[in-house]
């Protein structure tokens, strides 16, 4: 069965102390794996998409790794913005388009 | 490009009632999807359209829920019948024809069965 599994499920860091995310990932054939953020009471709000491993996507403070079997979300120096909920998701060859999520990582940032 | 629009965002009603939501997808997007979500977990798929066509359900979406697209715009997500264990997130997704493969999503309609 394709599954996602995220760890932690919730993170707490000071301000400016840089930490990673993890996504681990079984499937039976990986098309692409995505991460959101997503705020309380709102919609996932799309950040990268990776196809192959050994491939990275950096975007302000954050940076997503792949290997073969999982993803990174590195954070570095996070403000208080940077607080959500963060979700990886995978689409996968023989499960049509729809995309399996993760239960996602909490981030809590304070200043 | 205004994103992906959901209305209403916030739904109450009875148990055993009839609800109705709608989504507006990106306007040159004709892949549309819904995805409901539950406090504390990642969405889970539920159907999928690729312009008027349905060409996915999935297993979690029951008898009592329907889903149309008219004309490959507009999608409406139907429950009848409304039961407790239906209060979720209803989060609708779309996706371009070309170009990248990530999908955006609205902000979502939030239903509580009371």
């Known amino acids: 069965e394709d599954q996602v599994t995220q760890s932690p499920e919730a993170l707490r860091l000071q301000e400016g102390e840089s930490s990673s995310l993890n996504c681990s990932y079984t499937v039976s054939g990986l098309r692409g794996l995505f991460w959101y953020r997503q705020d309380p009471g709102k919609g996932p709000e799309f950040l990268f998409t990776l196809y192959s491993a050994g491939e990275e996507k950096e975007k302000e403070r954050l940076k997503a790794t792949l290997t073969k079997k999982e993803s990174f979300l590195h954070i570095t120096a996070p403000k208080p913005e940077d607080s959500a909920t963060y979700l990886c998701?995978?689409?996968?060859?023989?499960?049509?388009?729809?995309?399996?999520f993760g239960k996602g990582t909490t981030l809590s940032v304070s200043s | 490009d205004t994103g992906v629009s959901q209305d209403p965002r916030h739904k109450i009603t009875k148990r055993g009632q009839n609800v109705t939501f709608r989504c507006d997808p990106i306007s040159e997007h004709n892949r549309l999807y819904w995805y409901r979500q539950t406090l504390g977990q990642g969405p889970e798929f539920l159907t999928y359209f690729q312009n008027e066509a349905q060409l996915e359900k999935s297993r979690l979406l029951s008898d009592r829920f329907s889903a149309e697209r008219p004309k490959g715009s507009f999608s409406t997500l139907e429950i009848q019948r409304t039961e407790q264990g239906d209060s979720a997130m209803y989060l609708c997704?779309?996706?371009?024809?070309?170009?990248?493969?990530?999908?955006?999503f609205g902000q979502g309609t939030r239903l509580t069965v009371v």
């Open positions: 997704a779309s996706k371009g024809r070309t170009g990248g493969t990530e999908a955006f």
């Open positions: 998701a995978v689409q996968v060859n023989q499960a049509g388009t729809a995309l399996i």
